[in-house]
């Protein structure tokens, strides 16, 4: 597995984990002194214990020298970031196409070369034409990577399906026998071109995006119009056609995927002429959420926030990961420091670099030291523990109000506890 980051490392762990000798390689010296020292660099539930079982059994191994473990391997998946290029919204392949170019310098034997790192279409023509010197030595699939962040290990192990593209058929039975532990317990193994494949891993993720836009724009109008927007979600969920997932109003989509493979999915189009409207407009609207959240904050505590004490309760794109790759808080919590309230926040995955030096931006590592004192509590992301927080235990003597962008509470609740309360697509949410 070339690339130890949060797809790398978890297909490797858990390739190794169904029988394979696995050696994971990355470039980072840090992240690979620490496996080596047992100490998972990234938090995924379940994944340090499978490391260690996998390390102990001798099946994985961890190292920099990409030489070696490329002389070593029959089959090579590259797993490295994808992400968009700065200023742009073109993908910046520079890292997969260096991976190409280390892979045809120590191959002298035949080589399967598997992109999982998510790329525009033709990247594999691409990949291809890098190794045209020594072509007969390698055979270049697509299998993009679906599995999501605090969820990864259960969803390698029981993918909805294995997406293979490739150009040769032999490669088919090569990733089919690869993957036997995984169709042997129902996924489905789906073959197309490599094309193919490089495009369904970008519709996928842009479709998702569209989901989660769309219910989104539709909280702002249950808002006005005094619907909930579960009672949307659900009504509208339950039908088979629609599905009731990726249906849940909240902040602007966010994580390493989404923002940067809907840009990636429109930049690919573009070559094509093809204009992609729907999806321009998705990443367009996601966009505007983060602002209309953030000045929602003026309306809830008025437009001078100067000294206003602010908590987040999470700062993460979602729960279980400590990945903060395009999180609302990144632009929701620079915004209001600068508007110089006093800005705490806690995070069970732990203290962020990102917010280190901003002024006025303070990190607590309990609920309790976070909340206490606060004019405002900004519920962002849904770790179970703060599911079921007591806020008039916390903060005592003290006026306060929460805003809560995943729906969490009960606004009935909170009306009742008297707690001033702003949620997301609910009538009383103004
Ligand atoms: N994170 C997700 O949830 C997810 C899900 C599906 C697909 N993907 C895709 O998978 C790819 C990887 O994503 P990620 O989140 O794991 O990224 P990441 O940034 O966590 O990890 C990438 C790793 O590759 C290493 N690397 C870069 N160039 C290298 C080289 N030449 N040699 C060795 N190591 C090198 C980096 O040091 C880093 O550790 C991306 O294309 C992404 O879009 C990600």
Same mark, same amino acid.
């Given at each position: 597995?070339?690339?130890?980051g949060?797809v790398?490392?978890?297909?490797g762990?858990?390739f190794?984990d169904?029988?394979?000798?696995?050696? !994971?390689?990355?470039?980072?010296?840090k992240?690979i002194?620490?496996l080596?020292?047992?100490?998972t660099?990234?938090y995924? @539930?379940?994944?340090s214990?499978?490391?260690?079982?996998n390390?102990?059994?001798?099946?994985l191994?961890?190292?920099?020298?990409? *030489?070696?473990? =490329?002389?070593?391997s029959d089959?090579?998946?590259?797993?490295?970031?994808?992400?968009?290029?700065?200023g742009?919204?073109?993908? *910046?392949?520079s890292?997969v196409?260096?991976?190409?170019?280390?892979?045809?310098? !120590?191959?002298?034997?035949?080589?399967?070369?598997v992109?999982?790192?998510t790329v525009p279409i033709?990247?594999? *023509?691409?990949?291809?034409?890098?190794?045209?010197?020594?072509?007969?030595?390698?055979?270049v699939?697509?299998? @993009?990577?679906?599995?999501?962040?605090?969820?990864?290990i259960?969803?390698f +192990? $029981?993918?909805?399906?294995?997406?293979?593209?490739?150009?040769?058929k032999?490669a088919?039975?090569?990733?089919?026998?690869?993957?036997?532990?995984?169709t042997?317990?129902?996924s489905?193994f789906?073959?197309?071109?490599?094309?193919?494949a490089?495009?369904?891993k970008?519709?996928?993720?842009?479709?998702?995006?569209?989901?989660?836009?769309?219910?989104?724009?539709?909280?702002?109008?249950?808002?006005k119009?005094?619907?909930?927007?579960?009672?949307?979600s659900?009504?509208?969920?339950?039908?088979?056609?629609i599905g009731?997932?990726?249906l849940?109003?909240? @902040?602007?989509y966010g994580?390493s995927?989404?923002?940067k %493979?809907t840009?990636?999915?429109?930049?690919?189009?573009?070559? $094509?002429k093809i204009?992609?409207?729907v999806?321009?407009?998705?990443i367009?609207?996601?966009?505007?959420r =983060?602002?209309?959240?953030?000045?929602?904050?003026?309306?809830?505590?008025g437009?001078?926030?100067?000294?206003?004490k602010?908590?987040?309760?999470?700062?993460?794109f979602?729960?279980?990961?400590?990945?903060?790759?395009?999180?609302?808080?990144?632009k929701?919590?620079?915004?209001? !420091?600068k508007?110089?309230?006093?800005v705490? $926040?806690? %995070?069970p995955?732990?203290?962020k670099?990102?917010?280190?030096?901003?002024?006025? !931006? $303070?990190?607590?590592?309990?609920?309790n030291s976070?909340c206490?004192?606060? %004019?405002?509590?900004?519920l962002?992301?849904?770790?179970?523990?703060?599911?079921?927080?007591?806020?008039?235990?916390?903060?005592?003597? +003290?006026?306060?109000?929460v805003?809560?962008?995943?729906n969490?509470?009960?606004?009935?609740?909170?009306?009742?506890?008297?707690?001033?309360?702003?949620?997301?697509? +609910?009538?009383?949410?103004?």
């Amino acid at each position: 597995m070339i690339g130890t980051g949060y797809v790398g490392l978890v297909s490797g762990v858990c390739f190794a984990d169904i029988g394979n000798q696995v050696v !994971c390689v990355d470039k980072d010296k840090k992240k690979i002194d620490k496996l080596n020292a047992g100490v998972t660099p990234i938090y995924e @539930p379940g994944l340090s214990e499978l490391i260690k079982k996998n390390f102990l059994a001798k099946r994985l191994s961890f190292t920099t020298n990409i *030489d070696k473990a =490329i002389s070593k391997s029959d089959i090579i998946f590259i797993c490295v970031g994808t992400p968009t290029k700065k200023g742009s919204i073109k993908v *910046d392949l520079s890292f997969v196409y260096k991976c190409a170019k280390e892979i045809l310098k !120590c191959s002298k034997r035949k080589k399967i070369i598997v992109t999982k790192s998510t790329v525009p279409i033709g990247t594999g *023509d691409e990949i291809e034409k890098i190794f045209k010197k020594k072509k007969k030595l390698f055979t270049v699939i697509s299998n @993009p990577e679906f599995l999501r962040e605090g969820e990864a290990i259960r969803d390698f +192990r $029981y993918p909805d399906r294995i997406v293979i593209g490739s150009n040769e058929k032999k490669a088919f039975n090569i990733m089919k026998k690869l993957y036997i532990p995984l169709t042997n317990k129902g996924s489905k193994f789906f073959t197309t071109s490599r094309k193919g494949a490089e495009l369904i891993k970008y519709a996928s993720n842009a479709f998702l995006a569209t989901k989660i836009t769309f219910i989104n724009e539709l909280a702002n109008l249950c808002e006005k119009s005094g619907v909930n927007i579960e009672d949307i979600s659900l009504g509208m969920g339950s039908d088979r056609r629609i599905g009731g997932r990726f249906l849940r109003a909240g @902040p602007a989509y966010g994580g390493s995927c989404f923002p940067k %493979d809907t840009k990636g999915l429109v930049s690919a189009a573009d070559k $094509y002429k093809i204009n992609l409207s729907v999806v321009k407009s998705v990443i367009k609207s996601n966009q505007d959420r =983060i602002n209309l959240l953030t000045h929602r904050v003026h309306k809830i505590l008025g437009l001078n926030i100067k000294n206003k004490k602010i908590s987040f309760l999470g700062v993460t794109f979602k729960p279980n990961t400590d990945d903060m790759r395009d999180s609302t808080s990144l632009k929701m919590i620079p915004y209001l !420091c600068k508007k110089g309230a006093k800005v705490y $926040y806690y %995070d069970p995955s732990g203290e962020k670099k990102e917010f280190k030096k901003i002024k006025n !931006c $303070y990190y607590r590592n309990n609920i309790n030291s976070n909340c206490i004192d606060s %004019d405002l509590v900004i519920l962002l992301t849904e770790w179970d523990e703060f599911k079921s927080i007591d806020f008039k235990k916390i903060i005592k003597n +003290r006026k306060f109000k929460v805003y809560d962008l995943r729906n969490l509470y009960s606004a009935e609740e909170m009306k009742k506890n008297k707690i001033k309360y702003y949620s997301v697509g +609910r009538p009383n949410t103004n």
